[in-house]
């Protein structure tokens, strides 16, 4: 079993929807909680940084950590076509390394 | 300023050569870290740099896996008489600095095809 589960859809929205994606772990050593969006052909880049439990909110994008749950969640909202993109969760605990654990990607489409 | 960046961006080979991927980080990170992206599989991270030292080789499938940074720069990942299971894109990151978090900052990636 992986260390971070994530469905790769893919999931397929029309404009202006709400998209819900979310990763389950199993190591409770992590602490730092990232989203990262890539685009076709392209190296990731960071979207939201959570650390330990909570909300956090930048635009359009939530991001929400359940440590409890060991379940983290991103919300779009008023989705748009430009969001079409792969979406992945990836985390990583205190240690000097700072290695990130990644998700294998869910694939959005978001329809006109 | 500039961002990490992959060469070459594509690179088609034989079965059992060699091959040699390189990643120039953002100037002034001091960690590096290589990351392989293969289908259903995900983002597996491979090997992280401090400087020139890598503490943790962890994620290297096999000893025809290595790789070395010089100069607290530049990396090369090498792979050895190459298998058509190490198809794949990799992926180098650079951040400031390690430990906790530090956002990393990826590059394009090397699409690696083994024929």
């Known amino acids: 079993q992986k260390e971070v589960e994530q469905d790769p859809g893919p999931l397929s929205v029309p404009e202006g929807a709400i998209v819900s994606l979310n990763c389950t772990y199993s190591n409770s050593a992590f602490q730092y909680f990232m989203w990262y969006r890539q685009y076709s052909r392209k190296g990731p880049e960071l979207l939201m940084y959570t650390y330990s439990s909570g909300n956090k909110e930048d635009g359009r994008f939530t991001a929400q950590v359940d440590k409890s749950s060991k379940y983290i969640s991103l919300f779009i909202r008023d989705s748009q076509p430009s969001d079409s993109a792969t979406y992945l969760c990836a985390m990583t605990d205190s240690s000097n390394t700072g290695k990130l654990i990644f998700g294998q990607g869910t694939t959005l489409q978001v329809k006109p | 300023g500039a961002g990490v960046s992959q060469s070459p961006s594509n690179k088609v080979t034989e079965k059992g050569k060699d091959v040699e991927l390189r990643c120039d980080p953002i100037s002034g990170h001091t960690a590096l870290y290589w990351y392989r992206q293969s289908l259903g599989q995900g983002l597996e991270f491979l090997i992280y740099?401090?400087?020139?030292?890598?503490?943790?080789k962890s994620g290297l499938p096999s000893d025809r896996f290595s790789a070395e940074r010089t100069g607290g720069s530049v990396s090369t990942l090498t792979i050895q008489r190459t298998q058509q299971e190490d198809s794949a894109v990799y992926l180098c990151?650079?951040?400031?600095?390690?430990?906790?978090?530090?956002?990393?900052?990826f590059g394009p990636g090397t699409r690696l095809t083994v024929l």
């Open positions: 990151a650079s951040s400031f600095q390690s430990g906790g978090y530090n956002e990393q900052f």
């Open positions: 740099f401090q400087g020139n030292s890598a503490p943790d």
